[in-house]
């Protein structure tokens, strides 16, 4: 059930950045998960005066993305299970309602995909980052 005017998961979008700066379609998201992984760098102290302080905006910040599309192009499916093969680094797009969200250079983890009789590719990929993210 949809919820009206609430960020309900709708319209959430996967792109690839294709040789010669074209973004190439994957699939329309049919789930996803985002994590925002923050390494925090902290400095404590076990002396009389102990003490913890934490470091704000140090360490490293990291995003883990999970997500389970319906492929849409032939070709963002042939670059993300490429870049699976080879081990690479590649540049998605993430947009939800058609406003980007999400850039950021990813691995893939993982790539699955599966398909019954006479019924759309979907697969379920696994990112993770590799550089920072603007939102």
Same mark, same amino acid.
């Given at each position: ?11 959430v979008?996967l792109e690839?950045?294709a ?10 998201q049919?789930?996803h998960?985002?994590?925002?992984i ?9 002396t009389?005066l102990?003490?913890?302080e934490?470091?704000p905006?140090?360490?490293i910040?990291m995003?883990?993305y999970?997500t389970?599309?319906v ?10 299970r490429a870049l ?8 998605f797009r993430? $947009? *939800? #309602?058609?406003?980007?969200?999400t850039v950021?250079k990813?691995m893939?983890? =993982?790539?699955?995909? +599966? $398909? *019954? #009789?006479n ?10 980052? =590799?550089?920072i993210? +603007?939102?």
């Amino acid at each position: 059930m949809a919820t009206t005017g609430a960020l309900n998961g709708t319209k959430v979008f996967l792109e690839v950045k294709a040789p010669g700066e074209l973004w190439v379609p994957v699939g329309g998201q049919i789930s996803h998960t985002e994590s925002l992984i923050n390494n925090i760098i902290e400095i404590t102290s076990k002396t009389a005066l102990s003490y913890r302080e934490l470091l704000p905006d140090k360490g490293i910040q990291m995003v883990d993305y999970s997500t389970e599309v319906v492929f849409v192009s032939q070709q963002g499916y042939d670059i993300v299970r490429a870049l699976a093969k080879d081990k690479a680094i590649g540049e998605f797009r993430i $947009s *939800a #309602d058609d406003v980007i969200t999400t850039v950021v250079k990813l691995m893939v983890a =993982s790539f699955v995909d +599966t $398909s *019954a #009789d006479n019924e759309a590719l979907t697969g379920t990929i696994s990112l993770l980052s =590799s550089d920072i993210f +603007t939102t």
